[in-house]
C-alpha cells in the first residue's frame, strides 16, 4: 500500500517512513504543504499522514484538496495541537482517523490497518495460537471448542499482542492503546502487569501459553509461530 | 448565608415601612381623632352658648325665666343627646369653662360634656349650662376612627401593588443582566448586546461586564494559543525520540541488554510526555477550554472508574467497595474531566492501600446536595503532606515511580472549573477521605 507522510519535522517523517518499510508499505515524505499538494495531485495513494501544524499550509486544506481532486486515500491526522475542534473539524473533513503527538509506531500501524479493513471490508480471518483461536470477528477466544470468559481489556490486550505478533510491546505501548491518551497522567505499568497476570491465568485453565512472552525489561510478546 | 434576591429585599422592606409607619399612625390616631373631635364638639358647645346669649339679649330672660319658675329653665331632646340649662346664681365668680359632668335626667345617670358660663341679666347673675351626651361624642369619634382606618388600608394596598410593580420594572434590567451571566458556561458565550436601560447605573454595570468579559476571552485565547504552540513545540521532539527509540526496539540485531536501556530510557520520555499533557491540561482547564455542556449521572461514572480499577485493587487484595446512595445527575459538567478528577483520586487510593485494606466510593444527597466521599484505610497523610495535597509536584510518594506528582492537582483544577468543593482528612496509618460536594442545584 502506498502511503504519504506529510510532516515538516523530517526526522519525524523518516522514522515514520522506517517504520512503515519494514511494515511492507511504499512510503513517500512531503515536508512542506505545497509539496504535499503537488504529490497528492500526481500520485495516487491508499494512506496520507497528515501534520497539521504545517508551517505553510493549513492541513486541512489539503484533505478539501485531495477531496476536489477525487483522492480516495484515506487520511489520518497526526496533530500536536491536542486540542478538540481540530480533531472534530479534521473527522467532518473527511479524515479517516486522528492519531495525537507523540504515539506509538504500532499504535499507528493498528490504526492504519483498522481503517484499511473497514475501507476494504476486509473480514478478519481466524487466528490460531497454539491450542487457542481468537474468533477476531466475534471477539471470542476458544480453545478446543471451550469459550475462554475473557474481559473486554483482557481481550483487547491479548488482540493487540497478537496482531503485532513476533513485535515486543512495552507496557507503555499496551497502556496508551487499552486507555488511550486520555489517562496517560495516571500511567500505571503496574495495570498492564495486572491484566496479563490475570489473562495468563485464565488461558492456562485450559492449557499452558508458552507463546505469551514477558521480555525482562522491555514487556510482552506473543511469539511469531 | 440565606440569599435573598434584591426584588424581594425591596418589597419586604416596602412592607415594612408601611407597616410601622402604619403602626405608629395608629397609636397616635385615637388621641388626635379625640383631639379634634373635642374641639369640634367644644366650638359647637360654644357657638350654641353666642346663639342663647344672642336669643336672650334679643329677648331679655323672661322668656325662660319668671317668677312663675323655679328661677331656673332646662331643655333637652329626646334622646337626652343634648341639653340645654339656665339657672340663677348667687355666685359672684364669673365661670366660663368646659367639663364632664355627670347628670341626672329622668332617672338616668348620663355623662355630658358641660359649658358652663355665667352673665348678667337684668341685674342678675345666671348660670348657662349647654351639654353634650359623651355617648354621642364617642359615637362621632368612633366613625372618624372607622373611616380612617377603611381609607389607609385602601392606600396601603394601592401603594404596595405600584411600589412592586414598579421596582420590577425599574430592576428588570439588572434582571437581565444577572440572568445573562448565569447562562454562560464561558466568558466567549456571553451576550455582548448591551441590556436595555436608561438607568444608568445598570448600563455602566453592563457595559463594564461586556468589556470585562471581551478582555478575558481575549486573554483566554491568548493562552489557549501559547498552549497550542507549547503544546506543538514539546511533543514534536518527544515524538521524534519516541519513534527513534521504538524503531530501535524493532531492530533484529538490538541485544537484550540494548532493549532493556532503550525501554528504560522510553519510560523517561513517557514521564516528560505525562508532565507536559499535565501542565498542559491545567493550562487548559485554567484558561477554560473545555465545554461544560455535558449532564452526567456521577454514580455511573464513579461505577465505571470502580470497575476499570477494581483487577488492581484485587490484585493487592484490596476491597473497593460501591456505596451509591443517590445517582446524582450533574448538569454542566465536562465528563472526561470529571471521570480523570475520580480516576486519580481512586487510583491514589488504590496505590496508598496495602494489602487487605478497603477502599469505599459513596454518593449521598443531603439537604439537597450531593456529595461524593472516597475513603480508603490506606496508610494516610501527615499534616504537612496534607497540606501540600494539592499543590503540584508536591504529592509525588516515593514509591510511585511513574506518577508525576500532579495527579491530584489536576484533579484540584478540575474540581474548582466544575465548581466542586473538595475537602480532605487523614491520619497516618488510619486512612484518608476526600470528600466533594457538588454545586446546588445540579
Sequence with gaps: MNVLIVEDELSLATEIASFLKSENFLCDMAITGNEASEKIAVNLYDFILLDLGLPDYNGLDLIKEARKAGSEASFIIITARGAVE?????????????IAKPFALVELLSRINAVARRKFSIVSQDITLGEFTMQVQARKLVCNGDQVDLTKKEFDLLQYLVLNRGKVLTRQQLYEHIWGNILDDQYDSNFIDVHIKN??????????TPWLETVRGVGYRVSPD | MQMIRLKTKLALFNLLSKLVFTALFLVFLPWIIERINLRQVDNDLIQKREKTI?????????????????????????????????????????????????????????????LNYTFQADGE????????????????????????????????????ATDLQYTRLILKPLELITKK?????????????????????????????????????????????????????????ISVMRSKLENILFQKETGEETAIKIEESLKTLQRLQSLVNSLLMIARIESRQYLLEETVEVADLLAEITDELRPVAEDKKVELKEEFNDKGSFTKANRPLLFSMF?????????????????????????????????????????????????????????????????????????????????????????????FIFPKNS
Design chain 2, 54 to 114: 344672642d336669643l336672650i339679649s334679643a329677648t331679655g330672660i323672661e322668656p325662660f325665666i319668671n317668677s312663675d319658675t323655679t328661677g331656673a329653665f332646662g331643655s333637652f331632646n329626646i334622646l337626652k343627646e343634648e341639653y340645654i340649662s339656665l339657672e340663677k346664681t348667687d355666685g359672684s365668680e364669673e365661670i366660663n369653662e368646659i367639663t364632664v359632668s355627670d347628670r341626672i335626667i329622668e332617672d338616668e345617670v348620663i355623662t355630658y360634656r358641660v
Design chain 2, 181 to 237: 451571566l448565569r447562562e454562560i458556561s464561558s466568558p466567549a458565550k456571553f451576550d455582548m448586546n448591551p441590556v436595555k436601560t436608561n438607568t444608568s447605573d445598570f448600563a455602566a454595570l453592563d457595559k463594564a461586564l461586556i468589556e470585562l468579559m471581551v478582555k478575558i476571552e481575549d486573554s483566554f485565547r491568548k493562552e489557549k494559543d501559547i498552549t497550542v504552540n507549547i503544546s506543538h513545540e514539546l511533543m514534536t521532539p
Design chain 1, 199 to 208: 489473562l495468563r491465568r485464565k488461558l492456562n485453565l485450559h492449557t499452558a
Design chain 2, 343 to 435: 480516576y486519580n483520586v481512586i487510583n491514589n487510593a488504590v496505590k496508598n492501600t496495602g494489602q487487605d485494606g478497603r477502599i469505599t466510593v459513596g454518593t449521598a444527597l443531603t439537604a439537597g446536595v450531593f456529595s461524593v466521599k472516597i475513603s480508603d484505610s490506606g496508610r494516610g497523610m501527615t499534616k504537612k503532606q496534607l497540606d501540600n495535597l494539592f499543590s503540584r509536584f508536591s504529592s509525588r510518594r516515593e514509591n510511585d515511580e511513574d506518577g508525576t506528582g500532579i495527579g491530584l492537582a489536576i484533579a484540584k483544577s478540575i474540581a474548582d472549573l466544575h465548581g466542586i468543593d473538595v475537602s480532605v482528612s487523614s491520619t497516618p496509618d488510619k486512612g484518608t477521605d476526600f470528600s
Design chain 2, 125 to 160: 347673675t345666671y348660670l348657662l349650662e349647654i351639654g353634650k351626651s359623651l355617648e354621642t361624642i364617642t359615637r362621632g369619634r368612633n366613625n372618624i376612627y372607622r373611616i380612617i382606618l377603611g381609607f389607609l388600608a385602601f392606600i396601603i394596598l394601592i401603594t404596595l
Design chain 1, 86 to 98: 481540530d480533531k472534530v473539524k479534521g473527522l467532518d473533513l473527511g479524515a479517516d482517523d486522528y
